[in-house]
């Protein structure tokens, strides 16, 4: 194992345990990395600084790396919603969709920074609002439920909304982590979501892709 794949699992451990809900490392072990771990040290000050900061985990790479890719050279796609911001999401617009008309939406206004040229301070339940119907081919829904979108009645109004500004035929990607805490309900019980079809994508071969995280980190296709 080398030195970034041992960074990679040392994140994704980090990650797992803000999931789970543990108690924070104490003052020391946030130190140790400083020295030892490949990339933190420059992660931290490109955070502390508010500059784009990838994230190295194995669930961020599939949605970089075969995910938007797949979408991003498909001209059936060409509005796209990406929803939630963070230093980890700034460099989205100009690495993917720079030729896209390319949306953000995020309820936290202290994270437009990190949202694209056209971004939106609202939360997902109220995107209809801001869009018209019909208007997206692509929604992109990651890391948010469980983690703000928490519940059911926000889930129902939120996918609601999507399935209504997305165009016939648009797609819904939904990224969740599969970990009892940062699933407040089945996700099978959102009742909105029955109104989609599953889309096997075909760079994963399924409508339902679980990564190789410590957080169950799940992509799940949809299509209207």
């Given at each position: 194992?080398?030195?970034?794949?041992?960074?990679?699992h040392?994140?994704?451990?980090?990650?797992?345990?803000?999931?789970?809900?543990?108690p924070?490392?104490?003052?020391w072990?946030?130190?140790?990395?400083?020295?030892?771990?490949h990339?933190?040290?420059?992660?931290?000050l490109?955070?502390?600084?508010?500059?784009?900061?990838?994230?190295?985990?194995?669930?961020?790479r599939v949605?970089?790396?075969?995910?938007?890719?797949?979408?991003?050279v498909?001209?059936s796609?060409?509005?796209?919603?990406f929803?939630?911001?963070?230093t980890?999401?700034?460099?989205?617009?100009r690495?993917?969709?720079?030729?896209?008309?390319?949306?953000t939406i995020?309820?936290?206004?202290?994270l437009?920074?990190?949202?694209?040229?056209?971004?939106?301070?609202a939360?997902?339940?109220?995107?209809?609002?801001?869009?018209?119907?019909?208007?997206f081919d692509?929604?992109?829904?990651n890391?948010?439920?469980?983690?703000?979108?928490d519940?059911?009645?926000?889930?129902n109004?939120?996918?609601?909304q999507?399935?209504?500004?997305l165009?016939?035929g648009?797609?819904?990607?939904?990224?969740?982590?599969?970990?009892p805490?940062?699933?407040p309900?089945e996700?099978?019980?959102i009742?909105?979501?029955?109104?989609?079809?599953?889309?096997?994508f075909?760079?994963l071969?399924t409508?339902?892709?679980?990564?190789?995280?410590?957080?169950?980190?799940?992509?799940?296709f949809y299509?209207?």
């Amino acid at each position: 194992m080398n030195r970034r794949e041992r960074a990679r699992h040392a994140i994704e451990a980090r990650v797992y345990q803000d999931a789970i809900g543990a108690p924070p490392p104490s003052k020391w072990r946030c130190i140790i990395p400083l020295f030892t771990e490949h990339g933190y040290a420059s992660r931290v000050l490109r955070k502390r600084l508010g500059l784009p900061t990838p994230l190295n985990t194995e669930d961020r790479r599939v949605l970089e790396q075969t995910i938007f890719p797949c979408y991003g050279v498909n001209p059936s796609f060409k509005n796209v919603l990406f929803v939630g911001c963070n230093t980890y999401t700034s460099d989205y617009q100009r690495l993917y969709f720079a030729d896209h008309n390319f949306w953000t939406i995020e309820p936290n206004a202290d994270l437009t920074q990190f949202g694209a040229r056209q971004h939106v301070v609202a939360p997902l339940e109220e995107m209809g609002r801001h869009f018209a119907e019909n208007f997206f081919d692509l929604i992109i829904c990651n890391g948010v439920f469980g983690w703000g979108l928490d519940r059911e009645e926000q889930c129902n109004a939120a996918f609601e909304q999507c399935h209504t500004c997305l165009r016939e035929g648009g797609h819904l990607i939904f990224g969740w982590d599969d970990v009892p805490r940062r699933t407040p309900i089945e996700v099978a019980q959102i009742g909105s979501l029955a109104r989609y079809g599953r889309f096997n994508f075909p760079p994963l071969g399924t409508w339902r892709y679980l990564t190789d995280t410590p957080y169950r980190h799940t992509f799940d296709f949809y299509q209207k």
